[in-house]
């Protein structure tokens, strides 16, 4: 019985110091979307650094996109598409800039 009570007591004395704390959804989305685009891309890098401090709102729309990840992956990945093919363009096209 001692052994058992023992355990309970370290169990209880790592949750109440933070040794398991759960992740907040846009640490748990931040996660995902790093395994799937790429753990070094500078989306990656921004959304694990921002996580932890997200806002009660912030986390509502993490637990939103988490609901809908697929959709939500598809979405990011045209972007970092379209971004990456974007990367040589050195000005817009014509009909595109201001007139004089």
Known sequence: ???KSLIVMMVAAVFALGGCKKKNPCEQLAE???ADLGGDSEM???MKEEAP???DDDKKECEE???KYDETIKMFKA???MDTEGEGEAEPP???KPAP
Do not use: D, G, R, Y
């Open 94 to 96: 014509a009909e595109e």
């Open 79 to 81: 972007l970092k598409e």
């Open 65 to 67: 996109m988490l609901s």
């Open 1 to 3: 019985m001692f052994w």
């Open 44 to 46: 990656c890098k921004e």
């Open 53 to 55: 401090k997200a806002s």
């Open 32 to 34: 995902k979307f790093c």
